[in-house]
């Protein structure tokens, strides 16, 4: 007979904004979950052998979101994984259906005053955030925070630490 799936076989989906922890959370929580863990940046790296900054130089910008929709779709129908997404798939409509059909879609939810901290570390590894003001980021996290509204858990991450958020997540993700 087929088992009817519930939530314990769905795959759970990071989304958020750049730079909010979607990978070093997604390694943490599938960790402790023992489900493997997918970064889709890294692994769209690993096949193109290049950073994701370099597929944005040499293939363009619409390349890298075609590659991202094709994987994301094909991945959001495993089950059992942790999947970290890149920042801006959410924004691809069919990658929102897929994800939030197949799995559980957990937001990472920071205010701008507590991500803007982050801005250094990831400005160089991140092609979309070069060349814009802080004005002009703030104007996009904002039109983004639109987008991420679309999800099935959120989680506040702000003053919280690593291991805190991985419990809290654990605790609200219905796995029984
Ligand atoms: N809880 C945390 N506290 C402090 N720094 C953190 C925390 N989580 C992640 N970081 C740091 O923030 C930066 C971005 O984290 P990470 O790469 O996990 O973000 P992301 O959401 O996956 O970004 P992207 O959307 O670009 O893939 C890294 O330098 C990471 O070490
Ligand atoms: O937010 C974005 O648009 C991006 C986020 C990163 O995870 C990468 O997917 C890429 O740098 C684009
Ligand atoms: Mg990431």
């Not at 997604?26 to 769209?44: E, M």
């Not at 994987?71 to 999947?83: D, E, F, N, P």
């Not at 937001?107 to 160089?124: E, G, T, V």
Request: aromatic share 8%.
């Amino acid at each position: 007979m087929l088992q009817k799936e519930s939530g314990k076989q769905k795959s759970i989906i990071l989304i958020g904004f750049m730079g909010v922890g979607k990978t070093t959370i997604g390694k943490a929580l599938a960790n402790k979950l023992k489900r493997d863990f997918i970064d889709v940046d890294h692994q769209l790296e690993r096949e193109y052998n290049m950073t994701v900054t370099e597929i944005f130089q040499y293939h363009g910008e619409a390349f890298f979101r075609k590659k991202e929709k094709e994987m994301i779709i094909a991945l959001s129908k495993q089950t059992q994984k942790v999947i970290s997404l890149g920042g801006g798939a959410f924004l691809q409509e069919d990658i929102r259906k897929s994800c939030l059909e197949n799995g559980i879609v957990l937001y990472l939810d920071m205010s701008f005053k507590a991500w803007k901290q982050r801005i250094p570390f990831i400005i160089d590894s991140r092609p979309v955030l070069q060349g814009k003001s802080e004005e002009e980021i703030k104007n996009l996290f904002n039109e983004r925070k639109a987008i991420y509204i679309n999800h099935h858990l959120k989680v506040k991450m702000d003053g919280k630490e690593l291991e805190e958020i991985v419990e809290s997540v654990i605790d609200s993700l219905d796995l029984a």
